[in-house]
T-cell receptor, first 113, second 112 residues
Framework: DTGVSQDPRHKITKRGQNVTFRCDPI?????LYWYRQTLGQGPEFLTY????????KSRLLSDRFSAERPKGSFSTLEIQRTEQGDSAMYLC???????????FGSGTRLTVV | QQQVKQSPQSLIVQKGGISIINCAYE??????FPWYQQFPGKGPALLIA?????SEKKEGRFTISFNKSAKQFSLHIMDSQPGDSATYFC???????????FGGGTRLMVKP
């Protein structure tokens, strides 16, 4: 399978706990994006990487959120001290070059209880 | 500020009918307008996209109509099928940019 892979698919966590999600992009894609989608809404941009460099961050990405892409391959998104408002689908996407050809993964559904 | 407005929020169409979803944008720096289809529990999948230098693009049963002066674009699904039942999102990308701005989505139900 040459698509974008995300792990885990579902995560239930207690408020205050830390969670980490992983994204494996399409291997030849140099750009990787994280989006958040709440129920009934369109995805909202969080951050993007070109190779290993994090080049843009949304105001939605509070200081409890951190993303990394070591060696320009897979990426992780960590949320510290989770809150109920963090409950959402976290989507990863990748593209080669500018964002004209996004491919999204199936997402990680986070539920904070 | 919502930069891409999508309507309707939900749509019910009979099998074989035409589904029409509309979007309007504000930022004239947008130069790429994709439509995504999303099934429950899945990520959005690119359906069809258009640039503002053309007024229409057709791929199979799916057509995008684009009106640059009105800053509006729409998706037409011809001969709608129950398998088309999904949520559809329009989006926009700035010139050589990286951040897609999505509309609010339209939940389409095609009745058999």
């Amino acid at each position: 399978d040459t698509g974008v892979s995300q792990d885990p698919r579902h995560k239930i966590t207690k408020r205050g706990q830390n969670v980490t999600f992983r994204c494996d992009p399409i291997s030849e894609h140099n750009r990787l994006y994280w989006y958040r989608q709440t129920l009934g809404q369109g995805p909202e941009f969080l951050t993007y990487f070109q190779n290993e460099a994090q080049l843009e961050k949304s105001r939605l990405l509070s200081d409890r959120f951190s993303a990394e892409r070591p060696k320009g391959s897979f990426s992780t998104l960590e949320i510290q001290r989770t809150e109920q408002g963090d409950s959402a689908m976290y989507l990863c996407a990748s593209s080669q070059g500018a964002g004209y050809g996004y491919t999204f993964g199936s997402g990680t559904r986070l539920t904070v209880v | 500020q919502q930069q891409v407005k999508q309507s309707p929020q939900s749509l019910i169409v009979q099998k074989g009918g035409i589904s029409i979803i509309n979007c309007a944008y504000e930022n004239t720096a947008f130069d790429y307008f994709p439509w995504y289809q999303q099934f429950p529990g899945k990520g959005p999948a690119l359906l069809i996209a258009i640039r503002p230098d053309v007024s229409e693009k057709k791929e199979g049963r799916f057509t995008i109509s684009f009106n640059k002066s009105a800053k509006q674009f729409s998706l037409h699904i011809m001969d709608s099928q129950p398998g088309d039942s999904a949520t559809y999102f329009c989006a926009a990308l700035r010139n050589a940019g990286n951040m897609l701005t999505f509309g609010g989505g339209t939940r389409l139900m095609v009745k058999p």
